[in-house]
């Protein structure tokens, strides 16, 4: 990773509540359940950016997750507020990056990185568009 | 309830394990996911009859929860191994009623009732076809 | 139902976006999801009367749900912003019921009644404590 | 990774149906959805070793996901038959290893590598016990 592939620049902040939902029997919330926040995270994000993903998905663009890396240092617990941080970048004009991590009161929980490409709606790869990320 | 509207004849019974992401923070199956086993149920014992869900879905008719109530008696766990138990009837040519239950060890651990109705492709309420259950 | 039962005095509101985890392959919210936002509603409403329900937990009272139903009218989208709706009444000392719709801009979607037991750490009930729901 | 430290001995399989639960808007499965699918194969892969899941964590033994890599290829839609293959390995005495794909009549739709932990009740590391996978 390099600064230059990676300006920390703008990173988006949205809060979430941990409910029964999100946990599972060993009292914490379960690993699968953490990319759902990466996931509200992303589409926040974007929106913020300007347009929503239901709308660009009406313009024939499809943001699909390639790939997902996640590392889980601390669990979140029932009634937990968390936080979702994500950055983006076009790293090429076929793929997407967001640096996305789980946060609670400052302290990183989940820390991940999620690459994503942008289909058509015959689901080809197209290039991402200008401005999806601001 | 009449016998005659619900024909004991046919149960249809599919197994399933409950793993992690079945369960919450107090150990036990969240109520939400017994739905989840109640629709499982619902998919197999529609294509036992001899169609799959997709396969409905593909000839435009589309089969919609109108309404759901359950019961919960005793909660399911980690590692369990339980039953989906199904029957079908048409109660009338625009409603299909499931009644259902999950087991464990043939004791009932949630028992409901499903309400269907039969959407086209433009998502108008059509008949119910002939043949959706036997 | 009595108006005496169901007082309408208060009603808890809380907001929620739609995301892609919410829907399924029909594009809209799976039928199970919504008690989710049920769920949510309820525990919005318990903590805005004063406790969290991870603090109630601790004090040794466990709000588990005994019985739902619900009615799904209209479906929720991708990117919708919806509303859950919640009053409580105890409608004995060891039931407590909630009544509970999910709305967007006013409309009703979902509506449902879900009444809950009030269980010990040993899993015995135990009367509803007082000011639960303010 | 080398072939010393992924003998690939034994392959575990085990077959799942995709439900309406399992898949979004997009009308595939949900990204979060496949490491539910994941996480059966490791339990299912575990238990068919001598010992289920619940039983470990009776004796203090927590299983624990530290990291996931994931990447997707081709996805799963409603009605598919996939397969979950796990194998294991103990890469240090503190570190398990899963690798884990989704196959659908052969073709890997996702494929991932899931580093896992041991804990003790007092959620401390402990080493992954011996026979733990077979």
Known sequence: MSDTAYPRG????VAYRIYYEDTDALGVVYYANYLKFFERGRTESIEAAGRGIAEWNRHGYLFVVHSVQATFKRPAVLGDRIEV?????VVSPYRGRFLQRVE??????????VDCVC???????REF????LG
């Open 119 to 125: 289909l058509d709606d015959n689901q080809q790869l």
């Open 129 to 132: 568009p200008p401005g999806v």
């Open 104 to 113: 609670r009161d400052g302290e990183v929980l989940v820390e991940g990185t």
């Open 85 to 89: 941080v994500t950055s983006f970048s």
């Open 10 to 13: 703008v990173e988006h902040r």
